[in-house]
């Protein structure tokens, strides 16, 4: 049996060569029938917050068994596993800037999918919103940083709140699809 597997990139990268297959630059329709979709597709990695399962799940087994898993059964079968490693980082922590506790904090970080609140301002996390979506600005890792080691007011081991990449190496553009210009 033939196994693919698919990443959201992977999916991405389909529907996009979908696009162009169906049609030439003249605007006629090509023939799709030499692009290979069969198989059975499998779900091979998590990255709706980045950095999350690279930093409290194991490389290997445990890594791969995470990134397959279903997001509704996540929480339940790894937040455990969460605490554990966030005490391991931080031995001092007691709850972090949003009011968490440990087990709080691993309990949504757990389930690695990407909330989406449309009624909201649409950010990782800016100080009173968070996880209502993720805008190309935001600076993901520092506010995991923050949230593992900034301790209640965030101000706690200044050294460990920031790995110090700030901005974009390029501007983001006013337009859709608003990514910087390529290298």
């Known amino acids: 049996m033939k196994t693919n597997k698919i990443t959201l990139v992977k999916l991405s990268l389909i529907a996009v060569a979908a696009v162009f297959v169906s049609c030439d630059n003249k605007g006629d329709s090509m023939d799709a029938a030499s692009l290979d979709f069969s198989g059975t ?32 059964k996540m929480g339940a079968s790894y937040q455990g596993v ?3 490693r966030l005490m391991a980082l931080n031995a001092n922590y007691t709850t972090n800037a949003l009011g968490q506790t440990a087990a709080q904090l691993t309990g ?25 979506g993720r805008a190309l600005a935001d600076d993901v890792i520092d506010v995991e940083l923050l949230l593992i080691f900034g301790g209640p007011t965030g101000g706690s081991n200044a ?6 990449v700030d901005k974009n190496d390029k501007d983001f553009t006013a337009g859709f699809p608003y990514l910087a210009s390529a290298w």
């Not at 990255?47 to 995470?66: C, H, L, Q, Y």
């Not at 050294?159 to 110090?164: F, K």
């Open 41 to 72: 597709y499998i779900q091979q990695d998590q990255m709706a917050r980045p950095a999350i399962n690279t930093v409290f799940i194991a490389s290997g087994a445990p890594k791969d068994a995470f990134n397959s898993a279903i997001p509704t």
């Open 82 to 84: 969460f605490q554990s």
């Open 108 to 132: 949504l970080l757990a389930t690695d999918v990407l909330g989406v609140d449309k009624t909201k301002k649409t950010t990782f996390f800016d100080g009173t919103n968070i996880l209502t």
């Open 159 to 164: 050294g460990l709140t920031s790995d110090h």
